[in-house]
């Protein structure tokens, strides 16, 4: 490792990081779609791409108007349907 990335890798850790991290999967990161703040703002755009390519995948229909919240709970349930 680069003097620079081990000096950079020595800060993050002692004042914290955001994003990538060795550990993958932490339940105590995840937040249930339903408490989000802005759990009740229309779907992302990309959401509702992402949403529409599962639901065809899977033969399904669902509501254009769905929430930030309904949406990732369908993207979770399509995907898990999936593997």
Known sequence: MSEFASETSQAAQEEGTIG???ETDNPALEKDPSD???GE???TPS???YLDTLAKQAG???PANL????ASQHIDRLKSAQD
Do not use: G, H, I, R
Request: hydrophobic share 30%.
């Open 20 to 22: 990538a991290t060795t």
């Open 36 to 38: 989000w703040v802005s």
């Open 41 to 43: 703002d229309p779907m």
């Open 47 to 49: 959401q509702k791409s």
């Open 60 to 62: 399904e229909e669902l």
């Open 67 to 70: 929430n930030k919240a309904e």
